[in-house]
C-alpha cells in the first residue's frame, strides 16, 4: 500500500527505473523513467506502483527556499515535467549530495545549496504556474488546518467533532473536503502520522512501548500491527 505523506515543503521525485503513480490528492500522475514529478506544499501524495519503481526524492526546505528568495510556500509549480535541462539540474543536486557525504567538506555543501539554488531558479523560470496560492491550494486550506490541528495534537486523544469545531466547519464537509483531498479518512492519516512519528522515536533509541505512547497509541498491540501494516516490519527493527 501507499504511504500518504503531507508536509509544507515542496517535494520532487525523480524516476529512474520502472514506472507507477504519484497520488496527488485525488488525482494520479504517470511516474516512469525520466521523469521528475513536482509535488507542491501542503499537498498529501504518495508512490503507488503494481510492479518495481525506483526514484530520488528531495525535499526542498521552506525556510531554505524563503530566506534565499524563493517562497516555494505561495508557489504553485508545474507537476510533470520530462524537460532534460530541468531533470539534470536535479541531478546535479544529487550528485554534489553525493560528493558532501563522502567527504563532509564545508566547500562541498556550499556546493548543494548553490545547484539547489540553481535548480530552484531554473524550475521558477520554466514551470511556475501560479505566483500566489493555486485554485487548487487555496480550496484546500481547510484541509491544510485541519493537518495543523493534527500534528500539533499527535499525542492527545482527538474527536472529528474537536478536530471540526477548531477549524469551525460542519464535522461532515470536513469530512467529505479530507477524503477528497487525501484519498483517506481523517483518522486514517491521523495514525499514519503517529505510525511515522513513532518511527521516529524508534530510530533515535526510544522503546516500543514508549514510543507508542508518545505518538498517541493506547494499544500496544494495535500498534504493533498498524506499524508493521505500513512498513512491512515489526517496530522494534527500526530501534537504534
Known amino acids: 500500500m501507499g504511504t500518504h505523506n503531507w508536509h509544507e515543503n515542496t517535494e520532487i521525485l525523480y524516476c529512474t527505473a ?9 488525482r494520479k500522475i504517470p511516474f516512469y523513467k525520466g521523469r521528475l514529478v513536482v509535488v507542491n506544499s501542503e499537498m498529501f501524495h504518495s508512490v503507488l506502483t503494481e510492479g518495481y519503481v ?9 525556510y ?3 530566506d534565499s528568495g524563493i517562497p516555494t510556500t505561495q508557489l504553485y509549480f508545474q507537476e510533470q515535467i520530462d524537460d532534460p535541462e530541468i ?8 550528485e554534489a549530495l553525493k560528493q558532501y557525504q563522502e567527504n563532509r567538506k564545508k566547500y562541498l555543501a556550499a556546493a548543494v545549496r548553490a545547484r539547489t539554488l540553481d535548480f530552484l531558479s531554473l524550475l521558477c523560470r520554466v514551470c511556475l504556474l501560479e505566483e500566489n496560492r493555486s485554485p487548487e491550494h487555496q480550496s484546500n486550506q481547510l484541509v491544510r488546518n485541519a493537518m495543523t490541528y493534527i500534528r500539533r495534537h499527535l499525542p492527545e486523544s482527538m474527536t472529528l467533532d474537536g478536530i471540526a469545531e477548531n477549524v469551525g466547519v460542519n464535522k461532515f464537509y470536513l469530512s467529505r473536503e479530507f477524503k477528497r483531498a487525501s484519498g483517506r479518512t481523517i483518522f486514517e492519516v491521523i495514525v499514519q502520522l503517529r505510525c511515522a512519528a513513532a518511527r521516529e522515536l524508534l530510530a533515535q533509541g526510544s522503546s516500543v512501548s514508549q ?3 508518545d505518538c498517541g497509541f493506547e494499544n500496544l498491540s494495535y500498534f504493533t500491527r498498524t506499524f508493521k501494516k505500513y512498513y512491512q516490519e515489526l517496530p522494534s527493527r527500526y530501534r537504534k
Open 54 to 62: 525506483a526514484y530520488h526524492c528531495i525535499n526542498l526546505d521552506r
Open 211 to 213: 514510543a507508542a505512547r
Open 87 to 94: 531533470c539534470g539540474a536535479f541531478l546535479d543536486i544529487l
Open 18 to 26: 520502472g514506472d507507477g503513480f504519484v497520488t496527488y490528492n485525488d
Open 64 to 66: 531554505f527556499c524563503r
